[in-house]
């Protein structure tokens, strides 16, 4: 499949939730075969279980790399649509060597995933008006390796304009939202914007940590900091900031540089 | 594929407006271009929040409207420069404009080591048709975006409508323009986490990387500067192409070398430090100051004053906005504001009034269309002094800011003037 084909079956026409799909990395597609094997897309973790598609429910699949795309996969044979949002750039090929620029966020095996899973959500019949399933990486804000010098720094965050208002879910029948993450309950500071607008809106949120062997259970998403403050937007890249001790990014609390 | 070539599918010009909104492409060929664009031009934030950022119809205007808008903005642009070369050797005028006292510092720097050189100088003027003629809110001389949007996205939607014609492409000339300088590595830089920046880095490298150049994404940090001279990971570079306003560059590490981008450095760099000038929203404060009448901008600019000078706080003729304000974020009426909102902006103008002006609105004539009423911004671009294109954007409020609709702008140069 070439990069249209991988992102139509990841955002097809006919679904309202195609809209959101992010489409970096989608761009950054060859038409080569992925390098993914096919059990690099069966679930690692088999412990959950999403509720059934009638229960109008939304998940956020927040985990690590590629591991939320094997889980989309099984969730959209149970009737989900998955949405990838990673939006994050992968770094390009050194002009000198051809070999890809080292980056802090690690987004080609992700990319790999993505174009592997294309053939078999492409086959899928996902009803016109499944329910969603966002698919983010829990490594976006940080990475898994310390910024060098000469690296691509990738790192992304995720804003409440990433996704569809309350409004738009509570319109298509979604009153409820499960956060899926490694480990943690809570959201990172990022999407916490977004699931505490929701849950304002009278969305219930509920966390699954694929470590625990509980089902998924009620949170509170207290309001993060800056929440709703004018620039929340660009303050969210605030995220990046150096740390003192060697850490990443650069402190940049103003919108964004393009007029 | 649906046409205009007839003016009954291009409503006709009014004597109330030079503009008017051609019809909605089909469902099927919209899609089409909105996925062309997301995997092929580097457009990847079409949607904001439930808002589509791309208009499924253009814009029309008359080449004679465009012609005298493209002079306009071309005098715009001379003045500018020639305002910018005057201030830079005036550095008492720089707290009245607003520059953040590290830009003043490096700014001084000019005088002993000299200006970097500017590699293309892009500026971008948005016009705005208002109830008393042609307007402009302001100009991007910094960083203009939106290369994508006024080129592929403006091609793709004309190819549907082949009695209409573009006004030209943006990124082609900026591009011709970047490759008439020498040859070797050019570096864009942007700050890490912006998609909405790192698209037109992305964008641009592209068009680059067509025409044959060597373009190379980074950020300011990963510059190494030796005697004036930029490195990437050892490799000189030929020019560099700054997607990094400069009023952040400030807030950079001095171990980084980031004057060099303003003064002693002997690469180019698009745009140059002196555009900081003329980027402030109270550039207009300094006219008074100027060795000549920018006549072009007293005519075009609605009436600009510091906010202590400007009865803004009861006067709802007047708004504020922040000096440094790159995507109208900061651009506050309090008719269009929340509450919250504007004791917040209100209060900033109050207690730091050199950051911020007040300035009397305009009202901006609305147009109807397929996504119900829309107030349209015309951004031009002058590239190197010559009008290259525009970039059409359209909102549901007369704010034009990061969450407006994309829209094609096309002419036709068949429709009387207005």
């Given at each position: 499949m070439n990069k249209h084909q991988c992102f139509a079956a990841w955002?097809?026409?006919?679904?309202?939730?195609?809209?959101?799909?992010?489409p970096v990395l989608f761009a950054f597609m060859d038409q080569s075969p992925s390098t993914q094997g096919a059990s690099a897309l069966m679930p690692s973790v088999q412990s959950w279980m999403p509720p059934a598609p009638s229960q109008r429910t939304a998940i956020f699949l927040?985990?690590?790399?590629?591991?939320s795309i094997p889980i989309a996969l099984a969730c959209a044979a149970m009737g989900y649509r998955p949405v990838p949002v990673y939006n994050a750039l992968p770094a390009e090929r050194s002009p000198t060597s051809g070999s890809p620029t080292n980056e802090v966020v690690t987004v080609r095996p992700i990319l790999e995933s993505l174009k592997a899973a294309a053939p078999l959500l492409a086959q899928m019949h996902i009803p016109a008006d499944a329910p969603p399933l966002f698919l983010l990486d829990a490594n976006r804000r940080t990475g898994v390796e310390p910024t060098e010098h000469g690296w691509f720094d990738n790192r992304s965050v995720s804003l409440p304009t990433d996704f569809p208002s309350a409004n738009f879910l509570l319109a298509h029948g979604i009153h409820r939202a499960v956060l899926v993450t490694a480990s943690s309950p809570m959201p990172q500071e990022d999407l916490a914007h977004t699931l505490r607008r929701y849950q304002q809106a009278g969305v219930e949120i509920l966390s699954q940590p694929l470590a625990s062997p509980d089902l998924p259970s009620p949170i509170h998403v207290a309001a993060p900091k800056w929440y709703r403050f004018a620039f929340q937007r660009f303050l969210a890249v605030v995220g990046l900031r150096r740390n003192p001790l060697g850490g990443f990014g650069g402190m940049l609390p103003d919108p964004s540089s393009g007029g | 594929m649906i046409t205009a070539t007839h003016c009954s599918q291009c409503p006709r010009l009014s004597a109330e407006t030079p503009l008017s909104v051609g019809p909605a492409l089909s469902h099927e060929a919209f899609a089409a271009i909105r996925q062309s664009l997301l995997?092929?031009?580097?457009?990847?934030?079409?949607?904001v929040e439930d808002r589509s950022t791309l208009a499924p119809f253009p814009l029309i205007m008359s080449t004679t409207c465009w012609a005298r808008l493209a002079k306009d903005a071309e005098e715009l642009a001379a003045q500018t420069i020639r305002a910018e070369e005057y201030l830079l050797t005036t550095p008492h005028l720089w707290p009245i404009i607003g520059v953040p006292r590290k830009l003043r510092r490096a700014l001084a720097q000019v005088s002993r080591l000299g200006p970097t050189p500017a590699a293309v100088r892009v500026m971008r003027f948005d016009f705005h048709f208002t109830t008393t003629g042609w307007r402009i809110s302001e100009v991007n001389s910094d960083v203009p975006g939106g290369y994508c949007e006024s080129s592929s996205f403006t091609r793709l939607i004309a190819a549907h409508f082949p009695a209409l014609h573009t006004a030209g492409d943006p990124a082609q000339t900026w591009v011709d323009a970047m490759a008439r300088l020498r040859s070797g590595p050019i570096a864009l830089l942007c700050a890490p986490g912006f998609m909405e920046d790192q698209q037109v880095v992305s964008y641009l490298a592209q068009r680059l990387r067509v025409h044959g150049c060597d373009a190379i994404l980074s950020e300011p940090r990963q510059l190494r500067w030796h005697d004036g001279h930029a490195h990437l990971n050892d490799t000189r570079l030929s020019s560099i192409v700054r997607f990094y306003q400069a009023e952040w560059l400030c807030r950079l590490p001095r171990r980084c070398g980031w004057t060099n981008f303003i003064a002693g450095g002997k690469t180019p760099v698009t745009n140059p430090g002196a555009a900081i000038l003329s980027e402030s929203k109270r550039f207009p404060l300094a006219w008074s100051h100027l060795p000549f009448d920018p006549s072009a901008w007293r005519r075009l600019l609605p009436e600009t004053r510091d906010p202590r000078n400007a009865p803004w706080q009861t006067d709802d003729s007047w708004l504020i906005k922040s000096a440094y304000c790159n995507t109208g974020d900061t651009v506050t009426i309090r008719q269009l504001t929340d509450a919250t909102r504007w004791r917040s902006a209100a209060r900033a103008a109050r207690w730091h009034p050199g950051q911020w002006l007040a300035q009397k609105r305009f009202e901006t004539v609305p147009l109807s269309s397929p996504i119900g009423q829309i107030y349209p911004c015309i951004g031009i671009y002058v590239i190197n002094g010559v009008a290259a294109g525009a970039y059409g954007r359209v909102s549901p409020t007369p704010v034009i800011d990061f969450s407006a609709t994309d829209v094609a702008l096309l002419l036709n140069p068949k429709a009387a003037d207005e």
């Open positions: 955002a097809p026409d006919y679904s309202p939730w195609s809209r959101w799909a992010k927040d985990l690590p790399g590629p591991d | 995997l092929d031009h580097c457009k990847w934030d079409p949607q």
